[in-house]
């Protein structure tokens, strides 16, 4: 299914190109103005996907996972500006002349392209970089998707204007069918997906202090219904509804519970945000928009896996504690060496837990802790997690072996360089991102 998306998904953008040369449309323009054209032909054709990759259809997302979705989303998103700012020159050199870049005095539906390119560029600026801009996420993802509406059908009307290739009626049912597929794409995600789920609320069934700024939030199924089937650490989105005051967002958290849990699903939060700081207001009876599972971090989508080192930092913890209270209580024999690392002793958490898992019989469960600032008194593993010190801990590299990281984005570096060290393949390596 992956590998079809992935055709599919290549002749869509270049479909513009292939019609046009299936049509054997020659004109007097230069090789260089046909580049420049085809540029922007395969831009509209990513730009016009954009919104299906970004709408959480499950068959889109389920054989990639929709961390791996949103990185292709924003690497195309800067393919296509790089495309359309290679247009206006190519095309003005190809034999429009220098004035198509100097000037305006030019038609109204080329100077509605050049607006788009301005657009689409501040676009992509203010995404790459909106915390220097002073935008919170639910900032930039609103400011992100009006341009991205105006971006749109803005560079559908300057194409259908100034392309002579438009005349062709496979080039209007082909434009046409790429621009519905947007809309419905958009509509679905923002009008028809909400309103199907706010019929079904959830609802806060209790909420437990975990650490000093960790919680959990448990969320019963609406009455009469069950949780939603999912694998071990699989994240969803949550929009709570609490008292007044509080901040609405919409905001994605792993799932922390097991899937044999079927009374409640929870996630375990940590504040780290204007948003998560008021988590811990959140109170029992409180509704809740939940819309999931998503993700390909578990284990039990790769069977072929025999053994585990799960390495986890900080709240990363969250996907590891769904999976072993599954391996728990399905009475999985699975070898496991878990490896989790904090800033503090009191910033551990599950400590409990964790400890009576390891002193269970299954799974065969391994811990060592790692802190880096140890108060006096403590005996396990201090400092930093380097890529020597993983290699130390991790000890021999198995073929059965499979690793699994979750951890914040400057230790993955750490830890994805220490497992290359020890020479364990990409392959074998499972590695979940904490931000889409």
């Known amino acids: 299914m992956g590998v079809l998306l992935v055709v599919v998904y290549g002749l869509l953008i270049l479909s513009p190109l292939i019609t046009v040369a299936a049509l054997w449309m020659k004109g007097e323009m230069t090789l260089m103005h046909e580049t420049g054209t085809s540029a922007a032909f395969a831009a509209y054709g990513i730009i016009a996907l954009q919104p299906v990759l970004t709408a959480r259809w499950k068959f889109v997302e389920r054989p990639f996972g929709l961390d791996v979705i949103s ?25 429009a002349g220098v004035k198509l870049l100097l000037t305006l005095e030019q038609p109204w539906y080329v100077l509605l392209g050049k607006a788009v390119l301005v657009l689409l560029l501040i676009n992509v600026c203010v995404s790459m970089w909106y915390a220097r801009f002073g935008l919170g996420f639910e900032q930039w993802r609103r400011f992100h998707n009006v341009l991205a509406m105006i971006v749109i059908p803005c560079a559908f009307v300057h194409s259908w204007w100034s392309g002579y290739d438009m005349g062709p009626k496979p080039m209007v049912l082909l434009w046409f069918g790429l621009l519905g597929l947007t809309v419905w794409a958009y509509v679905d995600r923002k009008l028809v997906q909400p309103m199907r789920l706010e019929r079904r609320p959830y609802r806060v069934s209790d909420v437990e202090q975990e650490t000093h700024n960790v919680w959990t939030v448990k969320l019963a199924p609406p009455e009469g219904e069950r949780i939603y089937d999912h694998h071990p650490g699989q994240f969803h989105f949550v929009t709570l509804y609490r008292s007044e005051g509080v901040p609405v967002e919409e905001h994605h958290w792993t799932i922390s519970s097991s899937p044999t849990q079927r009374e409640h699903i929870s996630s375990t939060i940590k504040e780290s945000g204007d948003f998560t700081s008021t988590i811990g207001r959140t109170a029992p009876g409180d509704t809740a928009i939940v819309q999931g599972p998503f993700g390909r971090f578990s284990y039990t989508l790769y069977p072929q896996d025999k053994e585990y080192v799960f390495i986890a930092g900080g709240i990363g913890i969250t996907p590891f504690m769904s999976m072993l209270r599954h391996m728990r209580d399905t009475g999985n024999d699975a070898e496991v060496l878990l490896i989790y690392a904090n800033s503090t002793e009191q910033d551990i958490v599950f400590r409990s837990e964790i400890e009576e898992m390891e002193h269970g019989t299954r799974p065969r469960l391994s811990v060592i802790h790692v802190v880096g600032k140890p108060d006096e008194g403590w005996t396990g593993q201090s400092g930093r997690l380097t890529p020597e010190a993983l290699v130390r801990l991790v000890g021999p590299d198995s073929e059965d072996r499979a690793y699994y990281v979750c951890v914040p984005p400057g230790m993955a570096k750490v830890v994805i360089r220490g497992l290359r060290s020890m020479g364990v393949p990409y392959r074998r390596m499972r590695r979940e991102e904490f931000s889409l």
């Open 71 to 95: 990185r292709f989303h924003r690497y195309m998103g800067l393919f296509a500006a790089a495309l359309l700012l290679s247009h206006p020159p190519l095309m003005a050199y190809g034999g």
